[in-house]
């Protein structure tokens, strides 16, 4: 039976009424004070972010503190990470869909919002990175003048294929599952202006069974075509590094480290979202504890799927005997100039999920919260082991150079948080960010169970 | 299912039928324009707009190439002599036309600026037409030396009354004659006629003369 | 931040001018599609001339009057690249890394430009004016100061001065010209004689503080005899063995087989032990047995002299320029002991060397004193070099008149500044250091309407003026009877012109009076010309500015080199900077560690701290000339004080040790022949690997590339060779602080040994063209690939920067432009290599294996219609080196020397076991190790 049993992912029984005012009204309802702070702030960060971004194109990316040997550093660091994100995202939207873990379907909307603003973060930077970034377009395959192809063999090409094809699939999918409640805000925005801007985004969306049937297909064709997406998008990602020949690059464990590093993170970035925004618009019977436990397990899971892959990567460093990989993955990383990186990664990626195991952290949100932002920071240092130290230590000492990140850099970083910041805030602002339509229904199930037990 | 919708607020519907048509069209139009930012490039790319193919050129001397090919039977190599010497055919130095214009026509207005460049030691301010990419390196000599003639590239100049580059001079042009340079070969005293035509055994034993090879390598344009 | 160094904009009509016209535009114009639409044929073309094919001519650089010849390529009358000329004895094909930046110099934007009286423009009758004047009462009160000369113009016209002005006084200097030796040799022989070396005969040589391969006048010449004979095929082939006995690392200590560490002052001692031992060994009278090596240094002292007493005439001790004239005294003693025939003697090809002219002394005094009525400075830069004790007070002069290229310090302090001529301008006949008749030819007119010296001499006494052409071609018969001007123009040297050596008879008396009591103090500084800056007068050449030191690897400045030991003892690290006093002059500079240096010393640099007009070399670095003392030499005890400031230092090479990897491997010669461990452990290095990718086809030219570590001294001709062959910008020392030099070559030095005199091997990397290269499948747009000659191909216009081609590189050999870097206008874009693309900003750039040469070669071989020979191609840094260390050609062609070094038993790839199959090869380090020594 689905976890839809535990009553406790929805409490009380609101009527069709109390649900669409309690989460369509939060479209119209004046925003509070932080709202608008934190708007301004987002919005300055957002500022910096493109002056930023005009300065690399104006000057060239040598305003960042990458050199030779470390010729990427946090634009991919950055890109790995933010698109990494996204996927706990699709993961509970589209996977847990097809699992039928109804409890989901609180919070999907929320995720995929973050899903569409962390790859849109994430694709800034493959653009951002390019030496010359007005020729990007040759990484795609189309007939040109010069009669020449992209290289097939490179993982490049196909990471601008997969995270292109994940934006629009991700664009699609959280759309599609909110035509209905855009209709629902229509029919009852207060002023004319917002009902015709809503009308046209519903797409004319009249709720009929012909439709709802329609939808429901679209809805899980899409969600099929998202699961794939979830393991391949992050796999395609690093395979930019395990196709080297680098020592801690060139890793067969990469692809499901990867992609569980990335629901981890995702799972956590979820979490550090939604504590707040439940709290301000008073949603606690609608995202309830249980939903918390639930995500905190999740973690807890993917932590351990972490904490294997660091030991198999040192072990099979250690096993294989050779010599490159074992200064970099046995001495270098633990010990080395960026040693405390690595041991900040350990302990937020294996130490702090481990809280997870006691109920009452799971219920403390506080905890959760603080836990979140951890395993945030800890995800950010793995791909910056994976990136900088890797390079910055290869096989020749003579080319050995270390790498510092410039204010351009950091401001970027910063300027990526803001933007995704502003594009989440505008969300929770204009559109119905739990879906109404669904969790109607899903009050509907649990009485039709209540009755059956 | 969305309970109907009871707001004594809205005055009639919000949409009126025509918006269904609308909205269609609208649609249409948004997969059309998507077509067209991909497609539209690509054709202005391969148009002489882009190429500068089919443009002459304002010249400071209004030089006729169909006079001095045709009627005075002047050979390309005559002035464009460096062809076989070096990379660049490169244009007749003041000296070698006064060599003919101090006795003909040498009051002509028209060739004043020949005459002022003479006098001054100036150099004449030609405008080029056939002009590469500087990271693109072409030498004329081993073409012509080779058996690739004058026509192959610059199309019939002797038919032109102001000098236009003919071919789109685009990588996949000069990529597509080196991938298999055998039938566009000529016997070298051919090389500056417009007019040769060859026989399917002339190619053949042209082919064996030069023994013409594939050059694909990156390096043989890009230095 | 990417200021482009030291340039002014020209106008686009001085540009053209000075480019020369028609095609020059498309060499000049950078990696941009969008071309110059002007097309410029000539008025009247030179008949010689075809566009876009670059000519050849011979000529010679001169420094302090030394000749070497050089052939400069030129492209449309541009002068772009200079080799070495092979038919001239001072350079045998080769160049110093300070030849091949000459062609920047010339195209210097702080040259002196135009005549001018205190800052204000003049004309050339004033100075013939200020000359007439000079000339008055036979000269008196008139001092001029040359730099030493060979010229022989310039000598008729000496000579016409000493006889007309004889009031007038004439003298030679040059920091680092040679005196020492010259008194030396004078005081056993009687005459100012030069030393002449014929290393191909030696067996057995022993380097006193002496860098014979790096600074001597006729170092490339050294270079190249040395090093033929350690052409090492297997463990069967012969070798000759060299000690270098010295206190900071040089060049020819890198190439020693065995290095011992001595204070300068202790250079002295050591030469005079050698005698001891040669008298114990009955090689000279017994009263000179003493006194005997003791200590730890007994043991090589002895070691050193049985092995030069078995070597006998196949010997030769050589001291350095640095050390004082009685330790040239004492090894005169030891090569006459030891009846060697590898070093003779002749007089120097310098006019009055050795005289009293050549003393800086008596013209400071006289400005001191305001004696001097009119100054005249030819050339050099005394106001910067004159050592500390005999600064020239040039504003005592009544009238002081400077001609020189560059705006330097000494322009700064005269009243008239005269343009002068870069070496590639002017019209001279020179000697090289052994004599040998080199004429000088311009590449292109003068650029600034400058004088040469000849002229102003010529004025001086009141000749017409001449056309410099016709000076030299009317003088010629007179000067080299029986000899063609123009075979000599074409071949750059008159054949067999070399002075002969003279017979010499040592006087005994005079060897041994040396002190040979080394100095008590704590700290000994060493001041030494740097490699490239010389005595600075390169220092507002920023390639040379940026080339990495051959030793510690250090741009852009300066810097107190001292042992790891004494820095532990100091408590100090590379980069605190420590105050060095000398005889009460103090200067502040930033310490280096370098391991090999003599305990206790510190060895730093001349020609930094510049404070002259010239943009680029002001402020670089510290002037060391400030300790530098007539009375103490170029050695002197030194008081230390530790600051608590740092610099950090642009070293491009922090690491010396091999980390326990086996990237270099290094062995003794008998250990090559005879010794399984290390045989194999070589073969280990080389051989087919197990793959499953395909065997890379070896059908027409396979270029490939050996590199013979055994002779390469790490002198970095070839890396300057290479970024003046291929256009590789400048970046500045920030930059080259965030590890973004841009040089193709870099010569990484490792510490091969454990004990303290710390053996360094040299390992030049550069792409290394590998047959399953790494950068080529991760390229996402096919920017790098593979030709089917095999060579790892960039293409710079395709590429995008995504720099995956860098992360996957295990040699980390591509360079990427971080910025814009390229120069866009100025003078010095003339010197670039029209037939090499210049790259854009956001590229990536590598080694090419000089693909453009190979290419131009298929072109002349395929237009002639004969067969391409594997050995048709030469590299840049090929042609460069001195020591021919490194080889290129066909590895499809059985007779090239590539395909035989592959057969060689210590021939091994770096990284080999990571499978990509380098094209570029090694010949291990091999040391010819004195048994004795182990």
């Not at chain 1, 959280?174 to 009308?199: E, F, K, Q, S």
């Not at chain 3, 090419?848 to 072109?859: F, H, K, N």
Request: charged share 20%.
């Amino acid at each position: 039976m689905t976890t839809a049993a535990h009553d406790d992912v929805l409490l009380g029984r609101p009527s069709d009424h109390a649900i669409n005012e309690q989460l369509l009204s939060t479209t119209w309802r004046p925003m509070t004070r932080g709202w608008k702070i934190l708007f301004a702030i987002c919005s300055a960060f957002t500022v910096l972010l493109f002056a930023l971004i005009t300065l690399t194109f104006m000057r060239g990316i040598g305003m960042w503190g990458n050199n030779i040997p470390n010729a990427w550093g946090f634009a991919i660091i950055n890109f790995v990470w933010w698109i990494g994100i996204g996927h706990a995202g699709t993961f509970i939207s589209a996977i847990m869909l097809v699992l039928e873990q109804n409890w989901r379907t609180s919070i999907n909307r929320f995720t995929e919002g973050m899903t569409l603003f962390a790859v849109m973060q994430a694709g800034l930077f493959p653009l951002l990175h390019l030496g010359r970034p007005w020729f990007a377009y040759w990484l795609f395959p189309y007939p040109s003048v010069m009669g020449t192809w992209p290289q097939v063999r490179s993982a490049l090409p196909w990471d601008a294929a997969a995270v292109s094809t994940y934006f629009l699939v991700s664009l699609m999918f959280w759309y599609l599952g909110m035509v209905p409640d855009l209709a629902g805000l229509r029919d009852r925005a207060p002023t004319r202006r917002r009902r015709i801007i809503y009308g046209i985004c519903a797409l004319g969306w009249r709720g009929s069974t012909q439709q709802w049937r329609h939808h429901k297909v679209a809805y899980m064709l899409l969600a099929g075509i998202a699961t794939p997406l979830v393991v391949s998008v992050h796999s395609i990602v690093s395979l930019d590094f395990s196709i080297t020949a680098l020592p801690g690059y060139h890793s067969t464990i990469f692809p499901p480290f990867f992609v569980a590093g990335a629901i981890f993170s995702g799972f956590a970035l979820v979490l550090t979202l939604i504590i707040p925004a439940r709290r301000w618009f008073k949603l606690e019977n609608v995202i309830t504890l249980r939903h918390f436990e639930l995500m905190a397990k999740m973690c807890m899971v993917m932590s351990w799927i972490a904490i294997y892959s660091y030991v198999v990567e040192i072990f099979l460093a250690w096993y294989s005997g050779d010599k490159f990989e074992i200064y970099q993955q046995i001495m270098y990383r633990p010990f080395g100039f960026y040693a405390w990186t690595f041991w900040t990664m350990i302990a937020c990626n294996c130490l702090v999920p481990q809280l997870f195991w006691s109920r009452r952290m799971r219920r403390n949100l506080k905890v959760l919260w603080i836990a979140s932002l951890l395993i945030n920071l800890g995800m950010w240092l793995e791909r910056f082991e994976i990136v900088v130290v890797s390079l910055s230590r290869d096989f020749l000492p003579s080319s050995w150079h270390t790498y510092m990140p410039t204010w351009v850099d950091l401001g970027i970083l910063a300027g990526t948080f803001g933007f995704f910041g502003l594009l989440f805030l505008l969300f929770l602002r204009f559109v119905p960010f739990v879906p109404v339509a669904e969790i109607k229904q899903m009050r509907g199930e649990l009485e039709r169970e209540k009755v059956a037990a | 299912m969305l309970d109907a919708p009871a707001h004594p607020r809205t005055m009639g519907a919000l949409f009126p039928p025509w918006t269904n048509t609308a909205f269609r069209i609208a649609l249409i139009g948004v997969a059309l324009a998507a077509t067209g930012v991909i497609v539209a490039p690509m054709v202005y790319a391969r148009s002489p707009f882009a190429t500068g193919a089919q443009q002459p050129l304002l010249q400071p001397i209004a030089f006729d190439h169909r006079h001095h090919v045709k009627d005075d039977g002047i050979d390309c190599l005559y002035c464009h002599e460096n062809a076989q010497r070096g990379p660049y055919a490169g244009l007749p130095d003041t000296a070698r036309c006064m060599g003919c214009h101090a006795q003909i026509w040498n009051d002509s207005v028209t060739i004043a600026p020949l005459r002022k460049s003479y006098e001054s030691g100036a150099p004449i301010r030609w405008q080029r037409v056939h002009s590469l990419p500087d990271f693109v390196y072409f030498d004329h000599s081993i073409h012509v030396t080779r058996g690739i003639g004058c026509v192959t590239c610059h199309g019939k100049v002797d038919d032109m009354a102001a000098v236009y580059q003919v071919k789109p001079l685009s990588m996949q042009w000069c990529v597509d004659c080196h991938r298999d340079p055998a039938p566009h070969l000529r016997p070298l005293d051919q090389i500056t006629s417009t007019t040769w035509q060859p026989t399917p055994e002339e190619m053949t034993r042209l082919a064996a003369t030069f023994e013409p090879r594939s050059l694909t390598r990156c390096s043989t344009c890009h230095r | 931040m990417t200021k482009p160094i030291g340039l002014d904009a020209l106008s686009r009509r001085q540009f053209f001018k000075l480019a020369g016209i028609g095609a020059a535009a498309a060499g000049i114009a950078g990696c941009s599609s969008r071309p110059a639409r002007d097309i410029l044929p000539y008025a009247e073309r030179p008949p010689e001339l075809t566009p876009g094919v670059a000519t050849y001519y011979a000529t010679s650089l001169v420094q302090d009057g030394h000749a070497t010849g050089v052939i400069v390529e030129t492209h449309e009358g541009r002068p772009t690249k200079i080799e070495g000329n092979p038919d001239h004895p001072a350079s045998l094909g080769a160049t110093r890394a300070i030849e091949q930046a000459a062609v920047l110099s010339l195209y210097d934007p702080q040259r002196t430009r135009a005549i001018t009286d205190r800052g204000v423009p003049t004309s050339w009758a004033s100075i013939e004016r200020v000359l007439a004047e000079a000339r008055a009462d036979r000269g008196r009160g008139t001092q001029v100061l040359l730099e030493p000369t060979s010229s022989l113009l310039a000598g008729e016209l000496l000579a016409r001065i000493r006889a007309t002005l004889p009031a007038a006084r004439v003298t030679f200097w040059a920091p680092f010209a040679a005196r020492a030796s010259l008194a030396g040799h004078r005081s056993v022989f009687g005459r100012p004689l030069e030393r002449r070396l014929a290393l191909h005969d030696a067996d057995v040589i022993v380097a006193l503080d002496a860098d014979l391969v790096g600074d001597h006048p006729f170092a490339l010449a050294h270079a190249r005899h040395f090093a033929d004979r350690r052409r090492v095929v297997d463990g069967d082939s012969r070798m000759n063995r060299l000690y270098a006995i010295e206190t900071s690392y040089s060049p020819t200590g890198i190439l020693a087989d065995h290095r011992f560490r001595v204070r300068p002052s202790e250079i002295g001692l050591v030469a005079r032990e050698l005698l001891a031992e040669l008298a114990a060994a009955g090689k000279v009278a017994p009263e000179l047995a003493a006194p005997r090596a003791t200590g730890p240094r007994a043991r090589w002292i002895a070691a050193i002299a049985r092995d030069l007493v078995a070597a006998g005439g196949r010997s030769a001790i050589i001291a350095g320029e640095r050390q004082p004239a009685a330790v040239h005294a004492l090894v005169a003693g030891l090569n006459a002991a030891l009846a060697s025939t590898c070093v003779t003697y002749a007089p120097s090809a310098l006019i009055e060397a050795g005289e009293a002219s050549h003393d800086l002394g008596p013209l400071a005094t006289a400005l001191a004193h305001g004696e001097v009525t009119t100054l005249i400075i030819v050339g050099g830069n005394p106001s910067y070099t004159a050592p500390a004790d005999q600064g020239l007070a040039i504003d005592r002069a009544e009238r002081s008149l400077y001609l020189g290229a560059y705006a330097n310090e000494t322009a700064a302090a005269c009243h008239y500044v005269v343009p002068g001529l870069h070496d590639l301008e002017l019209w001279d006949v020179v000697r090289a250091a052994d004599g040998t008749i080199s004429p000088q030819q311009p590449m292109i007119e003068p650029l600034f309407d400058g004088h040469s010296t000849c002229e102003l001499l010529a004025t001086w006494l009141g000749d017409k003026p001449v056309a410099a052409r016709e000076r030299v071609e009317a003088a010629w018969p007179r000067l080299v009877p029986g000899t063609s001007f123009h075979q000599a123009l074409a071949r750059g040297a008159v054949a067999s012109s070399a002075t002969p050596a003279v017979p010499v008879e040592v006087a005994w008396s005079a060897v041994a009076t040396h002190a040979a009591t080394p100095s008590t103090a704590a700290y000994e500084l060493e001041l030494r010309a740097h490699p490239y800056l010389y005595d600075g007068r390169h220092a507002n050449n920023p390639w040379l500015l940026e080339l990495p030191d051959p030793i510690t690897k250090l741009t852009w400045d300066n810097a107190a080199q001292v042992s790891p030991r004494t820095a532990a003892r100091l408590g100090i690290k590379t980069g605190d900077i420590v105050a060095l006093a000398v005889a009460g002059r103090s200067l502040e500079v930033p310490a280096i560690v370098v391991p090999g240096q003599a305990d206790a010393t510190f060895t730093l640099y001349c020609g930094f701290g510049r404070t002259g007009a010239e943009g680029v070399a002001r402020g670089v670095g510290v002037s060391a000339f400030r300790l530098w003392t007539t009375a103490l030499g170029f050695a002197a005890p030194v008081e230390v004080a530790v600051t608590d400031r740092q610099r950090t230092l642009a070293i491009t090479q922090g690491h010396w040790e091999l980390e326990d990897r086996d990237q270099l491997p290094s062995a003794t010669l008998a250990e090559l022949g005879h010794d399984p461990r290390v045989r194999s452990e070589l073969a280990r290095q080389r051989g087919p690997q197990p793959t499953l990718l395909g065997k890379f086809s070896q059908t027409g030219a396979q270029w490939a590339m050996s590199i013979d570590l055994t002779t390469c001294s790490g002198c970095s001709a070839c890396v300057m060779a290479c970024a003046a062959e291929n256009n590789t910008p400048v970046v500045g020392r920030e930059q080259v602080l965030n590890s973004r030099e841009m040089h193709w070559l870099r010569l990484d030095r490792y510490v091969t040994g454990p004990d303290e005199d710390a053996p360094i091997a040299v390992e030049p990397m550069a792409c290394q063209h590998c047959e399953n290269a790494p950068c080529e499948y991760v390229c996402p747009v096919e920017a790098t690939s593979h030709s089917d000659d095999g060579l790892n191909e960039m293409t710079y216009n395709r590429c995008v920067g995504t720099r995956f081609c860098s992360n996957n590189c295990p040699y980390k050999v591509r360079r990427f432009n971080w910025f814009d870097f390229k120069q866009h206008s100025g003078l010095q874009v003339l010197a670039r290599n029209p037939d090499v693309t210049v790259r854009d900003r956001g590229v990536m750039e590598k080694c090419t294996y000089c693909v453009q040469r190979i290419r131009r070669a298929e072109i002349d071989a395929r237009e002639a219609g004969r067969p391409f020979q594997g050995h048709d191609v030469r590299t840049a840094c090929q042609q460069v080196c001195p020591t021919q260390a490194i080889t290129f050609g066909s590895l499809n062609d059985a007779t090239t020397a590539v395909t035989e070094h592959r057969t060689r038993p210590h021939d091994y790839a770096v990284l080999h076991d990571q499978g990509t199959v380098p094209r570029t090869h090694y010949l291990a380090r091999i040391r010819n190790r004195n048994p004795e020594l182990g």
